[in-house]
């Protein structure tokens, strides 16, 4: 199961709401992913699972190989276009 | 090396060793041509808003550790005022080999083809970040390079040139080399970020 950084969030109302109700204090350390409440470590553990171990190879492929892709004229307007929309301000 | 630019934002272990990498999915997939440019401009922007941050510092620590470097020449190079065109031009190469060096830790050539094409589109933008000198001409120097480890040597010497210090390049690039070897948890954190947020927020 992929967890996505936007679908973890703190505890909704309603929830909090029907753990009061029910009588049950509210967690703090607990997530909720969709409509199910979670402990945090187990997030955590869930996010980490989207980090797998690889080996990472020592011969590389060389700098001209990213170069090699088309950009259509139509794909590199568009993108052209959100960075005069927002560019970011480096430090100089 | 004189200097050990040890960077407060970046630290992992060698490129060579086992370590945790940020995989994306086939969920991941950007749902369109106009999503996909809004990620691409956040994944390029956030990592050459990183890039020049880490420069920065670099150049401080360097300026500030002047004084232990063993020849009046060097500590003079290490003291020495920027201009925006060294800097920027030094910015720019390290965009451009952060992303390649993105596209190795992803598998290089095995990688899914729409993670390609991504990586590929965003090393063509940078050049809408900083125009001059382009991301063509900084990975066609560095062609030949088929070792990172040589890879990482050329490019702090060609970093080292582009900041001016002219004679003192060759002995002051080592310093640099830690913005290459400890990069990868800040690139894969700018790539996730950029494939995960949540498409009303770009």
């Known amino acids: 199961m992929v967890i996505m950084r936007d679908q973890i969030s ?15 204090p509210t967690d703090l350390n607990t997530l909720s992913v969709g409509r199910t409440v979670i402990p945090a470590a187990v997030a955590a553990a869930r996010i980490m699972a ?7 190879p020592i011969n590389t492929p060389t700098t001209r190989w990213l170069l090699q892709g088309d950009v259509s004229e139509a794909d590199r307007l568009a993108v052209a276009q959100e960075f005069r929309r927002s560019k970011p301000k480096l430090l100089v | 090396m004189y200097l050990n630019l040890e960077s407060k934002a970046v630290s992992e272990t060698p490129a060579t060793t086992i370590v945790p990498v940020f995989k994306p999915m086939p969920g991941h997939t950007p749902r369109s041509a106009k999503d996909r440019c809004k990620r691409i401009h956040r994944y390029v922007s956030s ?77 063509a933008s940078t050049d809408f970040v900083i125009e ?48 290459l070897e400890k990069s990868r948890l800040l690139r894969q954190q700018a790539l996730r970020d950029a494939l995960t947020i949540d498409a009303a927020e770009l």
Not at chain 2, 156 to 172: N, V
Request: net charge negative; with cysteine.
């Open chain 1, 10 to 24: 703190e505890p909704k109302d309603k929830t909090k709401d029907a753990n009061d109700k029910a009588g049950q």
């Open chain 1, 50 to 56: 989207q980090f797998p171990k690889v080996d990472i």
């Open chain 2, 47 to 123: 990592l050459a808003t990183a890039a020049s941050a880490q420069l920065k510092q670099a150049l401080f620590v360097l300026r500030n550790a002047s004084t232990e470097l063993p020849s009046p020449e060097l500590q003079a190079a290490a003291r020495k005022q920027y201009s925006q065109a060294e800097f920027l031009s030094a910015t720019k190469e390290l965009l451009c080999i952060w992303v390649h060096l993105e596209a190795v830790d992803q598998g290089g050539e095995t990688m899914s083809g729409w993670l390609i094409e991504f990586l590929q589109f965003s090393l």
């Open chain 2, 132 to 179: 001059q000198p382009s991301a063509q001409s900084i990975m066609e120097e560095h062609g030949d390079c088929t070792e990172t480890k040589v890879l990482i040597e050329h490019v702090c010497q060609s970093i080292s040139h582009r900041l001016g210090y002219g004679p003192m390049a060759k002995l002051l690039a080592p310093a640099f080399a830690p913005l």
